[in-house]
C-alpha cells in the first residue's frame, strides 16, 4: 500500500477546488514534487489544514492528478468505482437503447468525476484509455468494477501515458473473448469500421456523431465536398450518404487511403465515384488554387498539433492561415467547417482566427451554426478546457 499525501492548495485556488475544479496543478499546490508515487492517494488541504477533496497522483500532459471527491468519509476503492461508473452508465441510458448508433462514450474523464481516463462502446465491446500510469493502478479496482456492472463481449485499453502522452504498443485486448476485427458499429445509421487492437486510433472520432449527422441531412445534398485531414473519410462518407455530388478526401498518412475505402464500401458507396487522396494538405491546397479547383464545402479537422518532414502545425498558430487557404478555394455561397479539439483557445478566440483570415482574405462570411461535445463526452462547467471540441459552419458571402 503506498501512503497517501496530503498537498496544501495555494490560497489563491482555495475557492477554484471548492468550486469544483478537478485538475492538480503545480501552480494550484504547495508542495507537488516528483518523488510522489504514480496513483498515491492525495488529500487536498488548506492552509489551516481543512480538507478539500481527495484525488490521486498521476502526471499527464494535463497535469499532475485529478480530484476524485469532495466528500472526506469517502475512500478511494472498489465501491467508489462502482459508483461513479453506475453513474455514468445510467446517464447514457438512451445511448444504450438507440439501436441506430452502437458506439458511444460511456465515460469521458472529469466530465464523469474520472479524471484520465475514458470508456468508449463499440457494439458491445469497451475500450478504455488510461492517460496516465497514476490511473492505470487503480485498473483492478476499475476493470472489477465495470464488469460487475455491464455485460460485454470483451475489454480494450490503450496505455496513452508514454513521454508525452503517447501511445504504448502493445496488444490491448484485457478480458472477455478477442474480437475479429474490424468490427461494424453503426452511427445514425451509418456504419463504421472499427479495429480496437491496431493503434491508438480505432477508425472514427466519436465526438464529430453530430456535426457528420448535420453534413449529411442538411448540407451535402448536390455538393462538392472537400474533407481535409479525412483520416478514415468519415465526413466523406456521411456527405456521400447525403447525396453529394463528390468527395475529395485528403490525408497525409498512407492508412487513410485503404480505410477510407473500407468505409465507403461498408456502406454502399462506390468509392471510385470518390477522389481519395494521399497527400500533404498544405500541397494539396497549392495544387487546387494552381488547378482553379473550387469547392462548395470544404471541411477542415486538423490536429491541434502535428509534425510533419517539412513543417509543425499548430492550431493555435496556423488556424488562421489554413482557413485562408480554404477560403481560396471555396465557391462564393460555399460551406466552410472550421474544427478544431485545441483546449488551447476557446470558441471565442477561434472566432477571432476565422474573422481575421476572412478579413485578410478580402472577403465577407456568415456564421451559420456551431458544435461543441455532444452529450455522451459529459463535461463540468468548473472545467471548460475539457469542453475541447469547437465546431463553426461559415458561409462565404456572395
Ligand atoms: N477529420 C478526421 C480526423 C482527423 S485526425 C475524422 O473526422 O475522422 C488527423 C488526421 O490528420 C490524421 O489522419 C493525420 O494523418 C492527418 N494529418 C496530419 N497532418 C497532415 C497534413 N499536413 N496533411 C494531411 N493530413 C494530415
Known sequence: MKKDVTLTVKSKSVSKFKGGYPLISKDSVQNLHDGIEEGTIVKLVDEKNRFIARGYYGKQNKG?????????????????????????????????????????????GEGDGLGGLT?????????????????????????????????????????RFAESGKYIEE?????????????IVKENGVHFAVYLNESAMVGVFLDQREVRKRIRDAYAAGKTVLNTFSYTGAFSVFAALGDAQK????????????????????????????????????????????????FDM??????????????????????????????????????????????????????????????????????LEEYSLPEDFKTVKSFPEGDYLKVVFIKNAK
Open 171 to 183: 496488444d490491448d485486448f484485457v478480458t472477455g473473448e478477442r474480437g475479429t476485427f474490424p468490427i
Open 298 to 367: 470544404v471541411i477542415l479537422d486538423p490536429p491541434s498539433f502535428a509534425r510533419s518532414k517539412k513543417m509543425v502545425f499548430s492550431a493555435e498558430k496556423d488556424y488562421k492561415n489554413l482557413l485562408k487557404e480554404a477560403i481560396s478555394i471555396t465557391e462564393e455561397g460555399g460551406i466552410i467547417v472550421a474544427s478544431t479539439n485545441a483546449s488551447s483557445f476557446n470558441m471565442d478566440r477561434f472566432k477571432g482566427f476565422i474573422d481575421q483570415a476572412y478579413k485578410e482574405s478580402n472577403k465577407k462570411y456568415q456564421l
Open 119 to 159: 470508456i468508449e462502446y463499440f457494439d458491445g465491446y469497451y475500450l478504455i484509455h488510461w492517460y496516465s500510469k497514476g490511473i492505470y493502478s487503480f485498473r483492478e479496482s476499475i476493470i472489477g468494477a465495470l464488469k460487475e456492472l455491464v455485460q460485454y463481449k470483451a475489454i480494450y485499453q490503450k496505455k
Open 64 to 108: 499532475y492528478g485529478w480530484v476524485l471527491t469532495r466528500n472526506e468519509n469517502e475512500l478511494i476503492d472498489q465501491s467508489f468505482f462502482i459508483k461513479q461508473l453506475k453513474k455514468a452508465i445510467e446517464s447514457r441510458k438512451s445511448f444504450f437503447n438507440n439501436q441506430e448508433t452502437t458506439a458511444f462514450r460511456v465515460v469521458n
Open 247 to 294: 468527395t475529395t478526401s485528403v490525408d497525409l498518412a498512407n492508412r487513410s487511403l485503404s480505410k477510407t475505402i473500407e468505409q465507403f464500401s461498408i456502406n454502399g458507396v462506390d468509392y471510385e465515384a470518390q477522389e481519395i487522396i494521399v497527400e500533404d494538405v498544405f500541397r494539396y491546397f497549392k495544387y487546387a488554387v494552381k488547378k482553379q479547383l473550387k
